[in-house]
């Protein structure tokens, strides 16, 4: 079955101090483009759309002829919602639709498979970390309440979906409005009663979001 990747690179980097954590260089490559290596080389991804902001738009542009996949490159909008919408009107769509952090530079072929047959089975296909630690409701530096373990998960990407699913949902909400109150894509399908399915992501598909993230990131792509 045929795929349309998007891949976000749009974020503004507020809590890490660096301008843009996706232009970062490792190794010669920026970090996008560990993100690009992976969906370019995937046999059942036939496009990739490139979100992200207008200042980075020339510097995608530049390395764009490495991935012969990457077709379009869009402008991203004030939040994630906004910009995933923004490259999915853009994008040329086939029966899935996969959807990336490029923020999360340590992706996978096994990611990226086990996320696109979930969806073709069962309409969606979201990667999750089961904690290991306790987790507890704090408020005003005192713990209110523990929570059941085995019911909290954190979800990760690439995330996978039937693209009739997802210009369903955008026909039926007005996104300016909704990207107020939710931060991704699979708290939205809740409030919409359709249920994401997942399964058992990768533990070193780690998300820069402080400078401590990119320090570990640099060790685990140096050993690579």
Known sequence: MKVSAIL??????KRINVNDKTTISINNLIIIEYSLYFLNKHNSIRNITVVCSD????????????????????????????????????????????IHDAARPLINDKLISESINLAINH????????QTDSIYISNNNTLEKSL?????????????????????????????????FYNDLPSLLLKHNI?????????????????EDLEIIRKIIDQL
């Open 8 to 13: 976000l690179a749009g974020g503004n980097s």
């Open 55 to 98: 200042q980075n738009k020339l510097l995608i542009e530049k390395i764009k002829t490495k991935y012969k996949k990457l077709t379009n490159i869009v402008s991203g909008g004030d939040s994630r919602l906004n910009s995933l919408h923004s490259g999915f009107i853009k994008t040329e769509k086939h029966e899935i639709t996969l």
């Open 123 to 130: 309409g969606s296909g979201i990667p999750v970390t089961i």
């Open 148 to 180: 059941k373990r085995s019911e909290i998960v954190s979800s990760q990407t690439p995330q996978a979906y039937e693209t009739k699913i997802l210009e369903n949902l955008f026909d039926k909400i007005d996104i300016k409005n909704v990207e107020l």
């Open 195 to 211: 249920i994401p399915y997942t399964f058992i992501g990768d533990k070193y598909n780690l998300k820069i979001t402080v400078d």
